[in-house]
């Protein structure tokens, strides 16, 4: 059953309840005290939840206060035109890209690629097996590039798990030749410190520079130990891709000491990550300009020379952020929105205990010019929507919705669904659309949701960990001239400059 509610009518619903009934007040040992986020966001499946807050789940669901298990709920403005479930990769869903009239989708056990030329009846073009969490995505010309962050016995497609303590453990990129769409061909591995937990690409005409974020939530990883307080930086020529090789580790956070100069985390500051690396990195090529969300730190750097990035500022927020996780710049670069995965996406962190500046969003203004500027916090936003105890749920990847002279974003929450909201008055964010889902069991709290959900060329995609591949299509006046604009290619974290 589908549900078109307005939001503002939920919003309302669901405080009084949670005013009325303390909803969900005992989800929080669900979630630790301090942030410790799966090496592939991948969290524990299963995890029974305390009988008091299953109790009081299943007295919000039958009172309409939250969607029943599985049952779809969206505003009136969202329209949900499709859901392609699995099919041959049983892993987890992860991270979109999109090329022409293709969407590639990431999932532990490899890739999918969808002829989405018909965005109401996407059809399958090849199922790549590929193990190897968490298989973060991205595409440039003829070349697909995946992130390998778990230990593997060899750099092979064939390659199994092992003990991150096997001296020929393998973690790293991989890359694919991409121009025949139904066959992909693997073309270079390459090799990088503590893996590569997501990627981002600085395109260039003759080669593509990729940035891998990698960090150490484990002091097992022999080549995750601090300091790693830095990114590799891979050079992939475009015609002989096979010549792919790291041609510098950049160190973003100098300091003195054994763990380098990044945050240091608990007991210092408790309940926020030691700062081992980077989680994911947003650049803005026309602007030569770079976001890193890097666990325990904000940070604003220069990408002028794309192998030598240099940072301009940096942030922290010990009191509410827990886990950098990621960012994105505002249509005029004035602004970045950065995301804090509390719990590393394996909690119930939307609830009235976790409160509405924790797992939120930060937005900060960007002040200055040149190398003067500055980050400077103005507000946090959450959903205004709570989930029952055996849903996770956080902020998580998202994309801007490209309309001009206004700020709008379409965001996954994995089981919080799918948000469209407004930043444009970077103090005062709102929330104008949503679609998600009921909880995936009403008994234990299990792995689901939203991974990623970007807006391309008309229309919301979004993959969900459990579900499969989403379509969606917003109608709605704020967002309806975003339906002009067109790109041949998209890969969120090289956010394009869509008006200049």
């Known amino acids: 059953m589908t549900l078109s509610n307005d939001p503002r009518t939920r919003r309302r619903r669901w405080k009084a309840a949670a005013a009325c009934t303390g909803l969900l007040a005992a989800l929080l040992t669900a979630v630790p005290a301090a942030a410790t986020p799966d090496p592939g966001d991948g969290p524990a499946v299963g995890r029974e939840v305390t009988r008091d807050a299953r109790t009081r789940a299943g007295a919000a ?82 070349l697909l590039f995946l992130s390998t962050d778990s230990s593997r016995s060899d750099s092979s497609c064939n390659s199994t798990t092992q003990p991150v303590t ?9 890359v694919f030749d991409i121009s025949d769409k139904r066959n992909p061909k693997y073309v270079a591995a390459v090799e990088t410190a503590c893996g590569s937990h ?26 995750c130990q601090p300091p790693h307080d830095g990114i590799s930086v891979i050079k992939v020529p475009r015609d002989a891709p096979e010549k792919a090789a790291v ?20 007991p210092t500051n408790p309940g926020v990550s030691k700062t081992t690396g980077c989680h994911d990195i947003t650049v803005l090529p026309e602007k030569d300009l770079a976001a890193g969300a890097c666990m325990g730190d904000g940070i604003l750097f220069s990408i002028k020379d794309p192998e030598h990035p240099k940072v301009i500022d940096r942030v922290q927020d010990n009191v509410n952020f827990a886990f950098w996780h990621s960012a994105t710049f505002s249509q005029k670069a004035n602004k970045v929105v950065f995301t804090d995965e509390l719990g590393g996406g394996g909690a119930a962190t939307c609830d009235a205990a976790t409160g509405p500046t924790r797992g939120a969003d930060g937005i900060y203004d960007i002040t200055g010019k040149g190398d003067k500027r500055k980050l400077v916090f103005r507000s946090y936003y959450k959903i ?38 407004d930043f444009t008055d970077s103090a005062k964010p709102r929330e104008i659309a949503y679609f998600e889902r009921g909880p995936l069991s009403t008994t234990t709290l299990q792995t689901g949701g939203a ?7 008309g ?9 499969g591949f989403d379509v969606l299509k917003l109608s709605d006046r704020r967002t309806d001239p975003a339906g002009r604009i067109r790109l041949g290619e998209l890969n969120v974290q090289t956010q394009p400059d869509y008006f200049d």
């Open 451 to 457: 991974w990623s959900a970007y807006y391309y060329n």
């Open 198 to 223: 997501t990627h981002t690409l600085v395109p260039q005409r003759k080669s593509v520079y990729v940035y891998v974020s990698s960090y150490s939530p484990n002091a097992a990883y022999p080549d």
């Open 61 to 142: 669901i039958a009172a309409g206060e939250i969607p029943g298990q599985d049952e779809i709920v969206h505003s009136g403005n969202i329209q949900h035109l499709t859901n392609i479930p699995k099919d041959v990769l049983p892993g987890t869903n992860s991270d979109l890209a999109f090329q022409g009239r293709y969407a590639f989708a990431g999932n532990y056990d490899g890739f999918r690629i969808f002829d989405i030329g018909n965005p109401k009846a996407p059809k399958t073009v090849a199922q790549v097996l590929c193990p190897g969490s968490q298989n973060d995505v991205s595409v440039s010309g003829n």
């Open 166 to 174: 096997e001296k020929s453990s393998w973690e790293g990129m991989k």
């Open 459 to 467: 229309y919301i995609y979004s993959n969900d960990i459990a579900k």
């Open 384 to 421: 205004p929507r709570y989930q029952a105890a055996t849903e996770n749920c956080v902020a998580h990847n998202g994309s801007l919705i490209p309309v001009k002279g206004k700020d709008l974003m379409v965001q996954a929450w994995y089981q919080g669904g799918v948000s469209v909201w």
């Open 247 to 266: 041609v510098g580790f950049p160190v973003l956070f100098p300091g003195e000491g054994p763990d380098g100069g990044g945050n240091p985390g608990g």
